[in-house]
């Protein structure tokens, strides 16, 4: 849910993760037989329907939040840290999650996130830079979050799967692991930490 589009800027855009997707567009049958792998031993998050806190999204995603994490490369080398501010509100049953992203090299990001419930302990998420629609679920302290992000290259948009994965880990944080993969291949990560600031007020659209 949380995961950061490669630098807009063309100085950066020619790095590392633009090379990697050039070169992840020349793989052809074998991705797909690496991509088949990868999915093999993946944890359900049924695994952690017992575990607490519990994780609710209106409960976690409600009032003003901060995040703070690392983007690696494929590799697994960290490229860049950002710091992030969001607020999130709920209006009958619908979250909206407005986050604001600063890089450490000045770079700012915006996305806005909907959540609409869609079943039990069910939504689709939407936004801006997302194609189509992803699709949450949430059991015990964990929520899973399966999307793919289109991204802007100097040479033309790219689309990647993003697997996000979040665990709740005490009252007020959570831990987000992000996968990024195209073709079933991994292209990068973000890890980071979610904090909820409840003595915060946040300002909301009238309900």
Not at 62 to 89: E, K, M
Not at 162 to 182: P, T
Request: hydrophobic share 35%; glycine share 10%.
């Amino acid at each position: 849910m949380f995961t950061t589009s490669p630098p807009s800027d063309p100085r950066h855009s020619d790095g590392r993760f633009a090379n990697t997707m050039r070169s992840l567009l020349g793989i052809g049958v074998l991705s797909g037989l690496i991509g088949t792998l990868s999915a093999c031993g993946t944890a359900s998050i049924d695994d952690h329907q017992m575990a607490e806190p519990s994780f609710s999204p209106e409960d976690f995603f409600n009032g003003v939040l901060t995040a703070h994490g690392v983007v690696r490369d494929y590799s697994g080398a960290a490229t860049r840290h950002f710091n992030a501010d969001i607020t999130a509100c709920w209006q009958e049953g619908v979250g909206t999650l407005d986050e604001a992203f600063v890089f450490d090299d000045g770079e700012q990001q915006v996305r806005i996130w909907t959540l609409t419930p869609d079943g039990a302990q069910r939504y689709i998420g939407t936004a801006g830079d997302v194609v189509g629609e992803g699709n949450a679920r949430w059991q015990g302290n964990a929520m899973f979050l399966d999307y793919t992000l289109r991204i802007e290259l100097e040479d033309g948009p790219i689309d990647v799967n993003i697997d996000d994965r979040m665990y709740r880990v005490s009252e007020n944080v959570v831990i987000n692991e992000s996968k990024m993969r195209k073709f079933g291949v991994g292209v990068g990560e973000i890890l980071l930490t979610l904090v909820r600031h409840p003595e915060r007020e946040a300002t909301c659209p009238n309900t």
